[in-house]
Every structure is written in structure tokens, then in C-alpha cells.
């Protein structure tokens, strides 16, 4: 196991043992540990009670942060020559079609979403192996794949983000930045939650949120109490 540095050391000293943080006392304790020297992310991680080998208990969703990411998503609109226009107005950073398949194809995926149209996504299939490990195929369920793409573009730009339970029944999300004021944090993190709660699978039986830390890009995990949220 690697030694804790001395930040991570008191850092991990501040967390209480066996204590179980309310949501506003977390993120106001996550400011506080944050040492970086740069601007850290805020990330929670919830540990769902299902079986994601499953399909009828398979967690999938998006979600709009009410403050954003505090991220500089880049968004690459792989559209028609028609709504290039459109996609450029709304905020998109890069847009066309072939000559960024063709990048794609030779291994450039610098981009942080894509956003398509139905019509494109049969050239996209074959990109699978590329895009599919790294998060980034376009998919309907994430309104990644539409016709209005402008309203793609700018939901994304505005905070929007996709997250889905991983193997381990765990779904991990970015809701923040540790220059966010607490209420901020404490806003975007019931905004995932309660979208959480919403996506409940029937199939899922007992306790569904078995356990809710948050952490920032360089700090232990602070456990949340997650009856109280």
C-alpha cells in the first residue's frame, strides 16, 4: 500500500472515524481538506443496492448540475453540412463529420462529449472499440443523439452530465469544484441524488443508496450520512 504524503495525512485526520457527515457539513469539510495547488474536482461516489449483471437493475441516467461542473467541457458535433451552423452557435468546439471520423479513426479522442444525429450514427458504429471503453459514443438515452443538436450542445455546455452504475453496483460522478461555495456543492449532489432515487429499477429489492462519500480530486473520502440526504 502507498504511504500517505503529509497533506493526505492531515487531510485524513480532519475526517472524523465513524462518523457519518450530513451532506452541507461534507461539503463544507471537502474545501477544507482540498490542498492541491490546483483548482480539484468534487466527485461522489454512490453505492447503489443492485446487480448491474442484470439488465431489469441497470442504473443509467443525466442530470443537469443547477451550477454546472465548474468543467470546460469540450464538445465535438459530428453533424450534417446543415446543422454546422447551429452546432457553432450553441457552443460546440469542434464540428463537422468525416475529417473528424477520420481523426478518430487514427486515434484522436481529445473531446469530452459527442453529440450526433440518428443519420450519423451508422458511420459511428464502427468507431465502437475507439469511443465505447472511453465514455464517448453517442447514445439516445443521454440525448447525445438528436436532431436538435443545438439544444444538445448547450445542455452540455450549461452542466449537463451522463453517469451509469459500474460493475460493482458504484456510480461515480464529477458535481463540482472545491472553489464552488459549499451550497453550490451541496445543490449539484442532491441533484444527482434525488435523480438517482427517481431511477430506482423495480427489480432492486432492500436497501437501494447503501452508502454516498464525497471526495475531491487529491482527498480521502468523506462518508455521508445517507438516510439524512
Known sequence: MAKLTKKQKEAAAKIEKNKLYSLKDASVLIKTIASAKFDESVDIAVRLGVDPRKANQMVRGVVTLPHGTGKDVRVLALVTPDKEAEAKAAGADYVGLDDYLQKIKDGWTDVDVIITMPAVMGKL?????????????????????????????????????????????IVHAGIGRVSFGADQI???????????LKLKPTAA???????????????????????AV
Not at 465502437?128 to 445542455?155: C, F, H, Q, W, Y
Not at 451541496?186 to 438517482?196: G, M, P, R, S, Y
Open 125 to 169: 458504429g464502427p468507431l465502437g472499440r475507439i469511443l465505447g471503453p472511453r465514455g464517448l459514443m453517442p447514445n439516445p438515452k443521454t440525448g447525445t443523439v438528436t436532431m436538435d443538436v443545438a439544444k444538445a450542445v448547450a445542455e452540455v455546455k450549461a452542466g449537463k452530465i451522463d453517469f451509469k452504475v459500474d460493475k460493482t453496483g
Open 186 to 196: 451541496v445543490d449539484n449532489a442532491h441533484e444527482i441524488i434525488q435523480t438517482l
Open 205 to 227: 429489492k432492500g436497501t437501494y443508496i447503501k452508502s454516498i462519500h464525497l471526495s475531491s480530486t487529491m482527498s480521502p473520502a468523506i462518508p455521508l450520512d445517507s438516510k
